[in-house]
C-alpha cells in the first residue's frame, strides 16, 4: 500500500520561499504520478503541480507557474515541491498524491488514488 506524508508546511514571510518534501512508502516514486493539490476552507481542493512517473513531464497550475517547481529525489523516494515568492493567496493547506499511472489527466483529483495527510503554508504579509 502507498503511503504519503508531507513535511515542511510552516510560517513564511510574502515574497520567502518554502519547500515541501513528500515521502513515499510502499512503491518506488519512479513508479508514479506525483502530484501536489492545496485547499482553503470552503473551497474545492485546487491542482498545484504533477510529475510524470517518467520524471519528465511537468504540469503546473497558472496561479503558480514560474513560482513553484515540482522534483523528486528517486535515492530518497521523495517529491518536493520548491515554492518561490510566496504570497498571502498561498495560505492554504497542501496535500501530496500518488497515482499508479492509471490517471488520464494529472492536474484532476480523480486521477490521484493516494493522498498525504496534509500540511500548512501560512504566508503574512
Known amino acids: 500500500q502507498v503511503q504519503l506524508v508531507e513535511s515542511g508546511g510552516g510560517s513564511v514571510q510574502a515574497g520567502g520561499s518554502r519547500t515541501l518534501s513528500c515521502a513515499v512508502s510502499?512503491?518506488?516514486?519512479?513508479?508514479?504520478?506525483m502530484g501536489w493539490f492545496r485547499q482553503a476552507p470552503g473551497k474545492e481542493r485546487e491542482f498545484v503541480a504533477a510529475?510524470?512517473?517518467?520524471?519528465?513531464?511537468?504540469y503546473y497550475a497558472d496561479s503558480v507557474k514560474g513560482r513553484f517547481t515540482i522534483s523528486r529525489d528517486n535515492a530518497k523516494n521523495t517529491v518536493n515541491l520548491q515554492m518561490n515568492n510566496l504570497n498571502p493567496d498561498d495560505t492554504l493547506v497542501y496535500y501530496c498524491?500518488?497515482?499508479?499511472?492509471?490517471?488520464?489527466?494529472?492536474?484532476?483529483?480523480?486521477?490521484?488514488?493516494?493522498w498525504g495527510q496534509g500540511t500548512q503554508v501560512t504566508v503574512s504579509s
Open positions: 510529475l510524470h512517473w517518467n520524471g519528465r513531464n511537468t
Open positions: 510502499g512503491r518506488a516514486v519512479s513508479s508514479l504520478h
Open positions: 498524491a500518488a497515482d499508479p499511472g492509471s490517471a488520464y489527466r494529472l492536474d484532476a483529483l480523480q486521477g490521484y488514488q493516494f
